[in-house]
T-cell receptor
Framework: SQQGEEDPQALSIQEGENATMNCSYKTSINNLQWYRQNSGRGLVHLIL?????REKHSGRLRVTLDTSKKSSSLLITASRAADTASYFC??????????FGQGTELSVKP | EAQVTQNPRYLITVTGKKLTVTCSQNMNHEYMSWYRQDPGLGLRQIYY???????DKGDVPEGYKVSRKEKRNFPLILESPSPNQTSLYFC????????????FGQGTRLTVV
């Protein structure tokens, strides 16, 4: 399997705190994407960072990519209870093939 | 509205009874994929398709078949379901080009008894 590792597997924080999730991968990529999944529902795309980019922002989301370490991080700032969900990174390659990690379960307590 | 539609949403069936889960997208995307999601294992790709009549195996293809006769449809076929295929299944479509974000269906929860 080409799946990488995500850590932590579970993260519990208080509202207002920042949440950081990490993703590592093994093979080269075209891009690295992050998705959110509310319990049992379909995944929703959050942000995409290309292999030649180092950092990207979207609202309260910040994604970094370090291709030398084959790793990426997703930072959610000023978290809210509504951010409670599972977050997945996905490695994007040629031909639209996406390989997902095992995910991080985030719980934000009000 | 741009969407990926899967049917059925829930299905309970018996071992060995052939079933098909349908997937349809209205965005004219070239790429489509099927994933299964199991606790602690994340999403694992079953099959994917790069275009009409072009399909390839993912990481866990055993026990599944797919077809891509039309661009919009990508059904998942279980010829002889077994209990280890009890899972949550997702279909996804992805456009060709720089914006390769995936659009997911709402999922099909399959139980094989």
């Amino acid at each position: 399997s080409q799946q990488g590792e995500e850590d932590p597997q579970a993260l519990s924080i208080q509202e207002g705190e920042n949440a950081t999730m990490n993703c590592s991968y093994k093979t080269s990529i075209n891009n690295l994407q992050w998705y959110r999944q509310n319990s049992g529902r379909g995944l929703v795309h959050l942000i995409l960072i290309r292999s030649n980019e180092r950092e990207k922002h979207s609202g309260r989301l910040r994604v970094t990519l370090d291709t030398s370490k084959k790793s990426s991080s997703l930072l959610i700032t000023a978290s809210r209870a509504a951010d409670t969900a599972s977050y997945f990174c996905a490695k994007g390659n040629q031909g639209g093939k996406l390989i997902f990690g095992q995910g991080t379960e985030l719980s934000v307590k009000p | 509205e741009a969407q990926v539609t899967q049917n059925p949403r829930y299905l309970i069936t018996v071992t060995g009874k052939k079933l098909t889960v349908t997937c349809s997208q209205n965005m004219n995307h070239e790429y489509m994929s099927w994933y299964r999601q199991d606790p602690g294992l994340g999403l694992r790709q079953i099959y994917y398709s790069m275009n009409v009549e072009v399909t390839d195996k993912g990481d866990v293809p055993e026990g599944y078949k797919v077809s891509r006769k039309e661009k919009r449809n990508f059904p998942l076929i279980l010829e002889s379901p077994s209990p280890n295929q009890t899972s949550l299944y997702f279909c996804a479509s992805i456009p060709r080009g720089p914006r390769t974000e995936a659009f997911f269906g709402q999922g099909t929860r399959l139980t094989v008894v």
